[in-house]
């Protein structure tokens, strides 16, 4: 399957990147030569940033002296950092077993398919020394085109397992008896979870210079996206600064 790229959103972000040192758009324009859909989602979550009322500049540190998070927003005069990273299309299918497309002869239809929440806290795993150290919040922005994920992938409970990890239906057992004791509940062992990991039998925070995970199924026209907070942060990141977009936090 070729990747088509959104014709406009090229255009959009070209313009927005003349207004900058000419080395971020050349720097980009590799990007978009080497990797596709990594470029076009780099694009896609400046004009959401955008659309949610903050002003955007590259953050890249020209003289290539460390990585850096993508983008520098702001709105009323607080900061916050954004990094992008992308989920191919061909890593989606992997991960969930969906064509990125429905089938010509089949329509769309399937059997049941994995979600992305996996993927996600790898992205999160690599991408945490990357937004440390800095001044402000940082989030990661993780973005897919695959289309059935974003339409399948980003609904509420999908972003509710990023931050609980995967879950199972339990049931306590007597173990003189073999029967069950009271009633079965929903328990986890924090498999894939994003900010938090089992230590010593208890709990304990995980991966907090990321104060936050957008979750954005770009695949689709009206982009799926859904914010997962982290429970304790280095510094936390304001649902103000995007308003259109439903949250998810640990109680």
């Given amino acids: 399957m070729t990747f088509i790229p959104d014709a406009t959103l090229l255009h959009e972000h070209r313009k927005w990147l003349e207004r900058f040192d000419p080395q971020h758009l050349m720097n980009w324009e590799k990007l978009l030569a080497n990797d596709q859909q990594a470029a076009l989602c780099e694009s896609a979550a400046r004009r959401l940033l ?84 800095l001044p402000h919040p940082a989030i990661l922005v993780v973005g897919t085109f695959h289309w059935m994920a974003s339409y399948l992938c980003f609904e509420k409970r999908h972003i509710e397992l990023l931050l609980t990890g995967e879950t199972t239906l339990t049931q306590n057992i007597n173990p003189q008896t073999g029967g069950p004791v009271g009633d079965d509940y929903v328990s986890t062992e924090l498999k894939a979870a ?58």
């Fill in 194 to 251: 994003a900010f938090l990991r089992p230590i010593n039998g208890w709990i304990d925070h995980a991966r907090n210079p990321i104060a936050a995970i957008l979750a954005c199924g770009f695949g689709v026209e009206q982009p799926n996206v859904r914010c997962a907070f982290h429970p304790k942060p280095v510094r936390c990141f304001s649902s103000e600064f995007i308003p259109q977009i439903e949250c998810c936090r640990l109680e």
């Fill in 50 to 133: 955008l659309q949610n009322g903050n002003s955007v500049e590259p953050n890249e540190l020209l003289d290539g002296s460390r990585k850096s998070p993508d983008f520098r927003c702001a709105q009323a005069g607080k900061k916050f950092f954004a990094e992008v990273t992308c989920i191919s299309i061909g890593k989606a299918t992997e991960y969930t077993g969906l064509s990125h497309l429905p089938s010509t002869t089949s329509g769309f239809s399937f059997s049941g398919f994995g979600g992305l929440s996996g993927a996600i806290f790898r992205e999160c795993i690599s991408k945490t020394r990357q937004c440390a150290d």
